[in-house]
């Protein structure tokens, strides 16, 4: 789940090597000028043109994903009645630059980590959620995010739990360690009330395409793949105040005690990778959301 599994130092290549990989590779963009880029944990994305972008992956270990990730997507997009900023080429390797990426369709917005999802929008995510999570065949490929069981990421938990203690909350508050604990162990315990679906795997407030807070789209996807669909519920929920949470499971089409309860745990696991992420605008949102859910008080 976190960016220190992976092994190796990050992948650096230049926008000299991105020019060469694209004009070699799709050579209909040639004439299309690159743009910002935008560095995240395990990759880094770079605008081409108005409506493309490519995403390279910053570490070798995540190559297999980015390589499958267009076909895999592929199948689904014709259903799909949500805005997606979805993989729609693979790129390989190539000048000196060792792993596959892929090629996007590129949403115009911001994201919810800058501009809060507000009003409707928790309806509408929820229910581009259930168009995602659809049942996953048996032999499906599994996301690397969403299909370890809740079990296994207890020495996670712990990791994040301790580094969240060590960093402080804002405002000389305290994180109740125990409640928190509790909270998730909870989820732990709840049972999988369904069986694996696709799933995106990346539900966070960067994944989430904000117009001026109307949800419009989904981005980051090449960790899509079979998994528990609690993890993408637990992740929408740390980009939305609590008293929305009920609007986004009504937009999914109700949601079941025993998965909220593991929705819930995915939320909190989510919310101390972003306290250690250390992004100003994500560990805000982590905050808020554990300061709502009663896990975090005054000193």
């Known amino acids: 789940m976190s960016d220190g599994t992976r092994s190796g130092k990050p992948l650096v290549v230049t926008d000299d090597a991105i020019r060469a ?93 800058f501009v809060p999802l507000q009003g409707e929008s928790a309806g509408l995510l929820g229910a581009a959620l259930r168009q995602i999570h659809t049942p996953a065949p048996p032999a499906s490929p599994a996301n690397p995010r969403t299909s370890p069981r809740l079990a296994d990421l207890l020495p996670e938990w712990e990791r994040l739990l301790a580094g969240a203690v060590h960093r402080g909350a804002p405002e000389n508050r305290v994180l109740d360690v125990d409640a ?27 994944a989430l395409m904000s117009d001026r807070g109307h949800f419009c789209g989904i981005l980051i996807w090449q960790n899509f793949g079979a998994g528990d669909p609690a993890a993408d519920l637990g992740g929408a929920a740390t980009a939305i105040p609590l008293e929305m949470l009920a609007d986004l499971h009504a937009g999914y089409g109700g949601v079941s005690p025993t998965t909220a309860r593991r929705a819930r745990s995915y939320q909190l696991l989510a919310a101390l990778g972003y306290v250690e992420i250390d992004d100003p605008f994500l560990a805000r949102l982590a905050w808020e959301r554990m300061i709502e859910l009663g896990l975090v008080g005054e000193a």
């Open 180 to 206: 928190a604990t509790a909270m998730f162990r909870d989820g732990v315990d709840a049972s999988l009330d369904a069986g694996w679906s696709w799933t995106h795997g990346r539900i966070e407030p960067r």
């Open 21 to 113: 990989l694209v004009d070699d590779q799709f050579p209909h963009l040639a004439d299309q000028e690159l743009g910002r880029r935008y560095t995240l944990e395990d990759h880094f994305a770079i605008r081409i043109g108005d409506h493309h972008g490519a995403l390279f992956p910053r570490y070798v270990d995540d190559d297999f994903l980015f390589a499958r990730a267009a076909d895999l997507l592929a199948p689904h997009l014709e259903r799909w009645t949500f805005p997606v900023s979805a993989p729609t080429a693979t790129g390989r390797p190539g000048h000196g630059y060792p792993c596959h990426w892929t090629l996007v369709d590129w949403v115009s917005a911001s994201t919810a980590g």
